[in-house]
């Protein structure tokens, strides 16, 4: 009886896990280029800027992880009342370049539950 209940409970989590579903593909955006250009230095995202425009919407409604895991880490990330957080993806050279700019930036809003609610480019 208790191997039983073990056999079935672990089913369960086998299906409850892999029930997640797959990131989103971002059409005509180099991810590793993405990645790669920390703080924006190398204008390698803002190279992508009208794509991401018009693909930001498959961005809402991901987790922080799958965001990590798609976009990389972010450049700076803040921490708001009521577990609210931000992340912020450089899209041109951003404070840590060493270029005297006013950089713009993806902000991703996530919720408490930690789900991007808004998407921003600022």
């Not at 989590?13 to 990645?35: A, E, H, M, R």
């Not at 895991?69 to 921490?79: A, V």
């Not at 609210?84 to 539950?113: H, V, W």
């Not at 991007?116 to 480019?121: C, G, M, P, S, T």
Request: net charge positive; proline share 4%.
């Amino acid at each position: 009886m208790n191997y039983r209940f073990l056999s079935l409970a672990s089913l369960l989590f086998l299906i409850l896990v892999s029930c997640g579903k797959p990131l989103p593909k971002l059409d005509n955006i180099d991810l590793q280029k993405w990645k790669d250009d920390k703080w924006g230095c190398l204008k390698d995202r803002y190279k992508a800027l009208p794509q991401l425009i018009l693909q930001k919407d498959k961005l809402k409604g991901l987790s922080t992880d799958d965001m990590v895991k798609l976009l990389g880490r972010p450049d700076k990330n803040e921490l708001y009342k009521r577990n609210q957080k931000f992340f912020y993806y450089y899209l041109t050279p951003g404070e840590d370049c060493k270029i005297d700019t006013t950089a713009q930036r993806l902000s991703l809003r996530f919720n408490a539950m930690g789900f991007a609610k808004e998407v921003l480019i600022e």
